[in-house]
């Protein structure tokens, strides 16, 4: 099995998120769970993509943490297409049919590799917002940014994997996040979610900068996350702070001195778009099974 890194949402080495790609080779099925499990451990990045070829323009993805499977992972699969475009594996342009366990996803491998994300959808479990900002902020503060005239409030919405989106006031305030990462992870295995994506709206030629955070899944803070980024644009759209027309622009990463940048789109009939590019950093073979 030949295996990649891939720094995606980045232009450049030692940006964006580091990723695991790995192609399965011709006909072969994928390897035990335990073994893909493995590899992204060995592997040491926060999702490592397995790749099987179905079809010319057709493909299935699995992804895995260095703790067990997850049914989606935006910039696993950024790094995942543009390793399949510059390998020659599929033409620049090529429209893409990604099969995944959140469902089958388009996926266009252009100059920028732009993934359609699963239909989003907010999640209306019972959520004690007092209790998160203790937890994410246990020197005290609170989201009071306002949308359409009402306070923004956690809320918990998916595009493919649930995750807790959590407005902040400032920049400073999002800085200044340093999460009682135990508590949580309690608060993520209770709720039945990845994690919390947090942020604070920007005007210097962003949309907001943000900060991710699961620890219930082995990753205590990630530079770059596509379906949380694509989660958070439609929650914003549902504040009207967004318009259901045109991108949105997320940094994140600053906090890890690894600068990404997210792009994203909301498109008419509803469905939500991220991309961005991505620098393959290393590749090699693997020598198991």
Do not use: W
């Not at 009402?150 to 959590?166: F, K, Q, R, Y």
């Amino acid at each position: 099995m030949r295996y990649f890194v891939v720094d995606a949402f980045a232009g450049a080495p030692f940006g964006g998120n580091p990723a695991g790609v790995v192609l399965l080779e011709g006909n072969s099925t994928f390897p035990d769970d335990s073994l893909m499990t493995s590899i992204a451990a060995e592997l040491r990045y926060s999702e490592t993509a397995f790749v099987q070829q179905d079809g010319p323009a057709e493909f299935t993805v699995r992804y895995f943490t260095p703790c067990g499977e997850v049914d989606l992972c935006g910039h696993a699969t950024i790094a995942t297409f543009s390793v399949l475009r510059d390998e020659g594996i599929i033409p620049e342009g090529t429209v893409c049919l990604n099969h995944t366990l959140a469902g089958d996803l388009e996926v266009i491998a252009g100059k920028e590799i732009m993934m359609q994300m699963a239909a989003p959808q907010v999640i209306g479990k019972p959520l004690d917002a007092g209790r998160l900002y203790r937890i994410m902020m246990p020197g005290g503060g609170q989201g009071n940014l306002s949308g359409s005239g009402n306070a923004l409030v956690p809320e918990i919405v998916s595009t493919g994997l649930p995750d807790i989106i959590m407005p902040v006031c400032s920049l400073e305030e999002l800085q200044a996040l340093a999460p009682d990462m135990d508590a949580l992870a309690h608060l993520s295995r209770e709720l039945e979610v990845v994690g919390v994506h947090a942020f604070a709206l920007s005007d210097d030629g962003y949309t907001a900068h943000v900060r991710n955070f699961a620890p219930l899944y082995g990753i205590p803070e990630e530079s770059a996350t596509g379906t949380s980024n694509a989660a958070l644009t439609y929650y914003l759209y549902r504040h009207g702070m967004v318009q259901s027309v045109g991108g949105c622009r997320f940094m994140q990463g600053e906090a890890m001195g690894r600068p990404s940048v997210v792009a994203t789109q909301l498109r008419p009939e509803g469905s939500v778009y991220v991309g961005g590019n991505s620098y393959i950093l290393a590749s090699g073979e693997l020598r198991v099974g």
